[in-house]
């Protein structure tokens, strides 16, 4: 089993900055797929970002493409999600997920709120 602890989140006003971070531990952190998802009020949980273990590719909701980067470390056991030109619309409480990617298991962090203000 894998423990993630998100951190970063806070108010921002729109065109704004924040950088979110990840924290693994309890395995092999290059077993996982590393991705963030997202859920605003009243919506479902949506994917916003993922790096995949093998091959380092990286993958991004088209809201998102061009202003967000994902990044992962795998000497830290460290992914981060650093968000540009923020909009009100990517409000919501943003998650970690790590995907085993042996035993199709997925592990999620505690949320961390990320709150742009127009």
């Known amino acids: 089993q894998v423990q993630l602890v998100e951190s970063g989140g806070g108010l921002v006003q729109a065109g704004g900055s924040l950088r979110l971070s990840c924290a693994a531990s309890?395995?092999?952190?290059?077993?996982?797929?590393m991705g963030w998802f997202r859920q605003a009020p009243g919506k479902e949980r949506e994917f916003v970002a993922a790096?995949?273990?093998?091959?380092?590719?990286?993958y991004y909701a088209d809201s998102v493409k061009g202003r967000f980067t994902i990044s992962r470390d795998n000497a830290k056991n460290t992914v981060a999600l650093q968000m540009n030109t923020l909009k009100p619309e990517d409000t919501a409480v943003y998650y970690c997920?790590?995907?085993?990617?042996?035993?199709?298991?997925?592990?999620w962090g505690q949320g961390t709120q990320v709150t742009v203000s127009s």
């Open positions: 997920n790590a995907h085993d990617v042996m035993s199709f298991i997925d592990y």
């Open positions: 790096f995949r273990t093998s091959g380092s590719s990286t």
């Open positions: 309890g395995r092999t952190f290059s077993n996982y797929d």
